[in-house]
């Protein structure tokens, strides 16, 4: 079985400073592993995705996710975030055909 | 519009009720999937077609729930005898063939069971 943990539910941080969300994947098989962004009152949209080949995806908004199979981690990554980047955050992993979903993250970035 | 249409937005009704929540997926794509997501909570998979048929549906959570995909294209979720456990934001997405495609979703349909 596949599951997918979120470790924080919560991350409060200031504008321009890093941010680091972390995502921890159970599987006993390869994996394609997903984040995706759901900003208030909107649908989920693909940040970024990990099939194969470079374990460092860069997604859209400047987002950045690091595959670490001996860690079993997908941790989503950004050097300087902005106000609009408060939103809730899922990790995600495939799962035959579908996606199994953490539980999220919710990004707070203040002033 | 381009994006995967959810009708309604918002549908508050009475325990015991019958309820249909309706998904107009992304022309072309053949795989569609509805997920159901409470408060505080990731999107929680309940079934998957692709095509008209029932790919997987192992996370239906009894036989209250139902979907159909009778052309392949829109979808309608079935729920008998409501109960106020499931309120919830019901989402659908879709994606186009191939191996791990990404999943487009609607903005979903926010059920509440008084």
């Known amino acids: 079985a596949q599951s997918v943990t979120q470790l924080d539910s919560q991350v409060p941080v200031f504008e321009e400073a890093p941010v680091e969300l972390r995502c921890n994947y159970s599987?006993?098989?390869?994996?394609?592993l997903f984040w995706y962004v759901q900003y208030p009152n909107q649908g989920l949209q693909l940040l970024l995705k990990?099939?194969?080949?470079?374990?460092l995806v860069k997604g859209i908004n400047g987002f950045e996710a690091e595959f670490n199979k001996s860690q079993t981690s997908f941790h989503l990554r950004k050097p300087s975030v902005h106000i609009s980047d408060t939103a809730e955050y899922f990790c995600?992993?495939?799962?035959?055909?579908?996606?199994?979903f953490g539980k999220g993250t919710k990004l707070t970035v203040n002033p | 519009g381009a994006g995967v249409s959810q009708t309604p937005s918002n549908k508050v009704t009475e325990k015991g009720k019958y309820v249909e929540l309706r998904c107009d997926p992304i022309?072309?794509?053949?795989?569609l999937y509805w997920y159901r997501q409470s408060l505080g909570q990731g999107p929680e998979f309940l079934i998957y077609?692709?095509?008209?048929?029932?790919?997987?549906d192992s996370g239906l959570p009894n036989d209250r729930f139902f979907a159909v995909r009778p052309e392949g294209s829109v979808s309608t979720l079935k729920i008998q005898r409501t109960e106020r456990g499931d309120s919830a934001v019901y989402l659908c997405?879709?994606?186009?063939?191939?191996?791990?495609?990404?999943?487009?979703f609607g903005e979903g349909s926010r059920l509440t069971v008084l």
């Open positions: 077609f692709q095509g008209t048929g029932a790919a997987d």
């Open positions: 599987s006993s098989v390869s994996v394609y």
């Open positions: 990990y099939l194969s080949g470079s374990t």
């Open positions: 022309s072309g794509h053949t795989a």
């Open positions: 995600a992993v495939s799962l035959s055909e579908k996606l199994v």
């Open positions: 997405a879709s994606s186009p063939p191939g191996p791990a495609g990404e999943l487009f």
